[in-house]
C-alpha cells in the first residue's frame, strides 16, 4: 500500500458525570450543531472529524461516554486503545467538579499515561457556578493538566481543546516514532478502510471462505516512513503532560 494512502488516526475519549455537556461538545465540534435539549447517553456514541494539524491530516474518533455509573463495564471496555482524554466538568454541578480526580484514574487504569485536558464547561452560566475559578485552576495545576474554560452553546474554546490534544498527542508521537522501531509504532492506520469499535483501523483478509462468509478482520497499524529509525525508547518517556 503506498504511504499517501495513510494517516494520524487519533482516538479521543470524553469522559465526566453526566450531563455536564459532552455529547453536546462532541455534535458541535464534529457536526457544527447546539441542542439546549438533554439526552442522556447510553453507553456510547461516537463521532470523526478530519483536520489538519501542523500540515499533517488528522483523523480525530471521538468517543462519547455515558457519564453514569451503571454504564461503568460498558464504557470502561471502550477506554482501551485511547489516545487522548478530555476530563469535563460543568460550572453548574459540584459533584461533577469533586469526580474529576475519579474519572483520571478510570481512564489512566484502562488507558496508562496519556495526554489529558482539564474542561470546564457552561461558562455561560458562571451566574450560576457552584464551582470558583481558582478552585479549577489549583486542580489543574495539581493534576499537571492544560486547562480551557468552554461554552458548548456560545461555541467557545471547543475547537481549541481538540486542537490542543492533537497537536500534543503528534509531538508526542513523532519523538517516540523518531526512537523505535517500526514494530513499536503507533497511531498511524490505514485511511482506506473503515474504522473498528475498539479506536483502530481494520481491514479484510484478501479472499474468503468457499461458503461467501466474510473473512476474519486483522488490524492494520503501519509506521510513518519518515518517523523510523534510532534508538529505542518508549512513548511514554518520551511525552511529558503539561
Not at 499517501?4 to 475519549?13: D, R, S
Not at 439546549?36 to 461516554?65: C, N, P, S
Amino acid at each position: 500500500m503506498r504511504e499517501e494512502e495513510f494517516e494520524t488516526a487519533i482516538k479521543v475519549l470524553v469522559v465526566g458525570n453526566g450531563a455536564v455537556g459532552k455529547s453536546s461538545m462532541i455534535q458541535r465540534y464534529c457536526k457544527g450543531i447546539f441542542t439546549k435539549d438533554y439526552k442522556k447517553t447510553i453507553g456510547v456514541d461516537f463521532l470523526e472529524r478530519q483536520i489538519e494539524v501542523a500540515g499533517e491530516d488528522v483523523r480525530l474518533m471521538l468517543w462519547d461516554t455515558a457519564g453514569q455509573e451503571e454504564f461503568d463495564s460498558i464504557t470502561k471496555s471502550y477506554y482501551r486503545g485511547a489516545h487522548v482524554c478530555v476530563l469535563a466538568f460543568s460550572t453548574t454541578d459540584r459533584k461533577s467538579f469533586e469526580a474529576i480526580e475519579s474519572w483520571k484514574h478510570k481512564v489512566e487504569d484502562e488507558c496508562g499515561d496519556i495526554v489529558m485536558v482539564l474542561v470546564q464547561n457552561k461558562i455561560d452560566l458562571i451566574d450560576e457556578a457552584t464551582v470558583e475559578s481558582g478552585e479549577a485552576e489549583t486542580l489543574a495545576k495539581q493534576l499537571k493538566l492544560k486547562f480551557y474554560r468552554t461554552s458548548v452553546k456560545d461555541d467557545f474554546n471547543v475547537n481549541e481543546v481538540f486542537t490542543y490534544l492533537a497537536e500534543r498527542y503528534l509531538e508526542c508521537l513523532s519523538s517516540a516514532d523518531t526512537e523505535q522501531p517500526p514494530e513499536h509504532q503507533i497511531g498511524m492506520f490505514s485511511a482506506s478502510k473503515g474504522a473498528d469499535g475498539a479506536g483502530g483501523e481494520s481491514s479484510k483478509k484478501e479472499g474468503g471462505n468457499s461458503k461467501g462468509r466474510p473473512s476474519e478482520t486483522t488490524f492494520q497499524l503501519r509506521p510513518n516512513k519518515t518517523r523510523t529509525g534510532g534508538k529505542k525508547k518508549s512513548f511514554l518517556s518520551s511525552c511529558s503532560v503539561l
